[in-house]
């Protein structure tokens, strides 16, 4: 059990450091906003830069580890409650707004990690994710975020 939380911890570091080496990678070159925007509507991997496509990547996979090693842990929920927070809220520490765009555009990502939440849990989480970002400015994927959070939450008063 301890090597389980350990892991969940390992992996939580992981994506902070991706999103750290992705900041230091701005500071060399910095990526069109235009250019994250038609990525982010369009999901066309020709349309980002190698930077940004490598973030993306690298929080899909190390989600989907996480996902992996949550399931075979008898508390998941704190390891799942850590990692959901920093993909929803890392666009706020994001060091330029074509960051913070990829930031939002990666936090859906998170969705796969919900279901290990606690309703309390995932209720604090819609409720923050809906004061940061409001649905009339929500693209697809964070609608999709938060119809899974919705159906979570009834699905856990049921």
Known sequence: MADHITEA???TARLQELY???????????PSFSRLFRHWLSYDPGKIDAASQAL????????????SLLETCEAPAPA????????????????TPAAALLFQAA????????????????GIVR??????????RMLPR???????MDALLKESSS
């Open 9 to 11: 911890e390992a992996l």
């Open 20 to 30: 750290a080496v992705y900041a230091q990678s701005l500071q060399a070159e910095k």
């Open 56 to 67: 993306l990547d690298g929080v899909r996979g190390t989600t989907a580890q996480l996902v």
């Open 80 to 95: 799942a409650l850590a990692a959901v927070r920093l993909l929803l809220e890392q666009d706020e520490s994001a060091p």
């Open 107 to 122: 936090a859906p990502e998170c969705a796969p990690l919900l279901r290990f939440l606690t309703a309390e849990q995932l």
């Open 127 to 136: 409720r923050r994710f809906l004061a940061k970002t409001p649905r009339s």
């Open 142 to 148: 964070e609608r999709e975020l938060l119809e899974q």
